[in-house]
């Protein structure tokens, strides 16, 4: 059972570059989000999917595009990458979607430069 | 005003000692309330959870809950130098796939 995993783990960019980072679970959730954490500003959400087939913007959606591939996977593009978005990227699964006692199972983390 | 709230840091304390940990969130209708520890170059991991106010204890953490003054807060008792790490509190607004994230407190426990 690996739970949720991201490829890659690292990876520099110049700008302009594109990328997709990858995100799949073996959790069998319906809910995944991406959030990026920064010094000083915490967790914020870009973009999640509540199910299977559906999208939405988060906090900070500017410059990303997301994919819900099937149920297991949740891919994040960055068309052209800027040096604001460097940051350490977390794939997130929930396993419901608004009941109250659902929680969050993060992924390890892609760390991202952009230079 | 910040959805959710915490003191950055550091809160150092002795080995052995209680660590006091406070959050605060401005959305009156939340429902669920969540600590997450994160070591510096990992990921965050869920250690808490509550929904009811009052107390609940899970080993040496207890959560703590006020929806009247909203505020959330977490105890750790005989704290350990393997504790130090960075603790955040997520609040999840009702009605909404969304966790909203404070930025942290970061613990010190000193050997």
């Known amino acids: 059972n690996a739970g949720v995993t991201q490829t890659p783990k690292f990876q520099v960019l110049k700008t302009g570059q594109s990328m997709t980072l990858q995100c799949a679970q073996d959790m069998n959730h319906n809910s995944m989000y991406w959030y990026r954490q920064d010094p000083g500003m915490g967790l914020r959400l870009i973009y999640y999917s509540a199910s299977e087939g559906t999208t939405d913007k988060g906090e900070v959606p500017n410059g990303y595009n997301v994919s819900r591939l099937n149920k297991r996977e949740f891919s994040l593009r960055l068309e052209s990458a800027a040096p604001s978005q460097t940051s350490v990227y977390f794939c997130?699964?929930?396993?419901?979607?608004?009941?109250?006692?659902?929680?969050?199972?993060f992924g390890p983390g892609t760390r991202l430069t952009v230079l | 005003q910040k959805e959710v709230e915490q003191n950055s840091g550091p809160l150092s304390v002795p080995e052995g000692a209680i660590a006091s940990l406070n959050c605060t969130y401005s959305?009156?209708?939340?429902?669920?309330f969540f600590w997450y520890r994160q070591y510096s170059g990992k990921s965050p991991e869920l250690i808490m959870s509550i929904y009811s106010n009052g107390d609940k204890e899970d080993g040496r953490f207890t959560a703590q809950l006020n929806k009247a003054s909203q505020y959330v807060s977490l105890l750790i008792r005989d704290s350990q130098p393997s504790d130090s790490a960075t603790y955040l509190c997520?609040?999840?607004?009702?009605?909404?796939?969304?966790?909203?994230f404070g930025t942290g407190t970061r613990l010190k426990v000193l050997a």
């Open positions: 997130v699964t929930q396993s419901g979607g608004r009941e109250a006692t659902d929680t969050q199972y």
């Open positions: 997520a609040v999840n607004p009702p009605g909404t796939y969304k966790y909203i």
């Open positions: 959305d009156r209708g939340s429902q669920s």
